[in-house]
């Protein structure tokens, strides 16, 4: 049985008064142990993803297919139970870490919330200690504000508090963002040692390529609200891409010359009637421009949204 299981997944919005479908026909499967990693350009829906397993899209979306984690399903469950698995089996390390910590409380403040610790005695104070040296930081740390620790600090105390609890399932929302290469390489050993025995799960959001190349794992490469190609991430990564438009991305990687993809993707409220890849695809035909391609098996555990392939 699947940890997580994501069936149909469609994620919309009521923005000027007309409903916007923004991501749709989401399928996504990730078992004990396992690893999935999430790539594309800013805006194809990546984060909402991550939002929509979290249960915490805004007010105003709309959610139509699955969510399932083990015998529960998200997009169905109350508030109680949704805050009970996000308490105990599912962490969340949240995008930007420079705007996700209260910036008028010490760290060891807002870190006492999520352990669930008294907010006084030797024993809290012991418990954020223990939190941080998990992640390399000085027992210093608990005693400063946000805006006294550097992106990397951040960085890792966010990883602490999303994985202190040791949740069978973290979703990480671009934790790399925004952060020099060492500290980078530091964040993504810590990922790694989380998921390294084969027991817990990760469902990683992310738009750099060296990241996701280094936690091999199942790979969906998404555009404008879809995946476009799903398999094995060192397999797509290393030469067996088959979409356009993963391959385009993998020649905009400075090992491959920075060969940028050319034009930009549709916005939410103009996406064509066929491929959402077609106007900037090089092997796009009249038919790419009418007839919506399904996502499809091409060979073993390998799937793309192509008519050419």
């Avoid at 800013?42 to 015998?71: H, Y």
């Avoid at 993809?261 to 106007?279: E, Q, S, T, W």
């Avoid at 038919?287 to 008519?307: F, K």
């Amino acid at each position: 049985m699947s940890l997580l299981c994501i069936s149909d997944l469609e994620i919309g919005f009521c923005l000027n008064r007309q409903s916007v479908s923004v991501v749709d026909d989401v399928c996504l499967e990730l078992s004990a142990g396992e690893r999935a990693i999430i790539i594309g350009e800013s805006g194809c829906g990546k984060s909402l993803v991550a939002m929509a397993v979290m249960g915490i899209l805004p007010p105003n979306a709309a959610v139509r297919g699955t969510i399932r984690f083990e015998e529960e399903n998200l997009t169905t469950a109350d508030k109680n139970t949704l805050k009970k698995i996000r308490a105990t089996r599912i962490g969340y390390v949240p995008q930007s870490a420079g705007t996700c910590l209260n910036p008028v409380f010490r760290f060891q403040t807002q870190a006492k919330e999520v352990l669930r610790a008294p907010g006084h005695g030797p024993s809290a104070t012991s418990a954020v200690e223990r939190l941080l040296k998990r992640v390399g930081l000085s027992p210093a740390v608990a005693r400063m504000y946000p805006h006294q620790l550097s992106e990397g600090m951040k960085g890792r105390a966010l990883f602490g508090l999303g994985t202190c609890r040791e949740p069978d399932l973290l979703v990480a929302d671009e934790p790399t963002k925004g952060l020099d290469n060492v500290t980078k390489a530091e964040l993504v050993a810590l990922l790694d040692r989380f998921t390294e025995k084969g027991k817990r799960s990760l469902l990683l959001i992310t738009h750099d390529l060296d990241v996701a190349k280094t936690l091999p794992g199942r790979l969906a490469v998404m555009y404008a609200g879809q995946f476009v190609e799903v398999g094995a991430s060192h397999a797509i990564l290393d030469g067996a891409a088959r979409h356009p438009y993963t391959q385009g991305l993998l020649k905009s990687h400075p090992s491959a010359g920075l060969h940028p993809l050319p034009g930009k993707a549709p916005g939410i409220f103009h996406r064509p009637l066929g491929c959402r890849f077609a106007g900037r695809c090089p092997e796009a035909d009249a038919d790419c421009m009418h007839h919506t391609p399904a996502l499809r098996r091409i060979a073993g555990d390998h799937w793309v949204r192509c008519r050419h392939v």
